[in-house]
């Protein structure tokens, strides 16, 4: 199969009130590797979606195509209201703007200060070098970074460099900086999976809640299915780079969502059943079924 990519196909244009329309979406790499195969999917406007499935299934390779950092090779892209294949490079770059991306690996200036690395989300909006600095940047800015900052508990450490941060707050670091774009959609690409249990839901929490507070679109993908339970309402499973379930998670089975991770746990020799696990951190979710009451 050739890894050759096709035009964009014309389209319709996405229904008001849909963050997200994607159809027919393939990525096949150079090495032959097909990462999406065919994938259907629509979100709407304020709606927060997890994406689960095992290492290898395409959830991250389909949420960078939703920007194109990853090209998509066939299919159809909306997002939110713009046809993203189509997109020439202005357009695309505004865009991107207006999506704010929290990623896995965290991307930090370890030597600059961590006011000055929020202060940076403001850089899409703000072209004056000024922004480069928290020191030159506009008082208005300054202030904005701090609300930010303390929005996730971190203003306290609005001065220390960035190096000298534990894993837990530079991911909210992050997440004070993407709020500096004034985001209307979020994409998380594994923001947890580098994070011990507590520190991972400190930042779910404030992912959730910041969505909750600014009505925002947030697309999450996530390899824990307690954290999925606890986190969504709608679950989008992939396996081998299709839609294998998109479903309420409240009225899926464990052994449902499991199974997608079966042949990962057996690869990996992993033992225990997810199920049982997934069961037993229920409890610690209390607190989202208070707030949807």
Known sequence: MSSHQLPAPRSAPARPGQAVRVSGLVKEFATGTRALDGVD??????????????????????????????????????????????AGRAELSGLRREVGV????????????????????????????????????????????????????????????????SGGQRQRVAVARMLMQRPRMVLADEPVAALD????????????EIAEERRLTLVCTL???????????????????RVELDADIAVLADTELDGLYAAEREDEGLAGDLGTRTAAHRATGAHREAVDA
């Open 41 to 86: 999917l629509e979100i709407s406007a304020g709606e927060t979606v997890v994406l689960l499935g095992a290492n290898g299934s395409g959830k991250s390779t389909l949420l960078k195509c939703l920007t194109r950092l990853v090209e998509p090779t066939e299919g159809t892209l909306h997002l939110l209201g713009r046809d993203v294949r189509a």
């Open 197 to 208: 249990p507590r520190a991972g839901r400190a930042v779910m929490d404030l992912l959730w």
């Open 102 to 165: 929290v990623f896995q690996h965290i991307n930090l200036v370890d030597q600059l200060s961590v006011l000055t690395n929020v202060v940076h989300g403001a850089l899409g909006r703000e072209h004056s070098p000024r922004t480069w600095f928290a020191m030159t940047a506009r008082a208005e800015l300054r202030e904005e970074a701090m609300e930010a900052l303390g929005r996730v508990g971190l203003a306290h450490v609005a001065g220390r460099r960035a190096e000298q941060l």
């Open 223 to 241: 390899h824990q299915l307690p954290l999925a339970r606890d986190y969504a309402r709608r679950v989008v499973a992939l396996r081998a780079g």
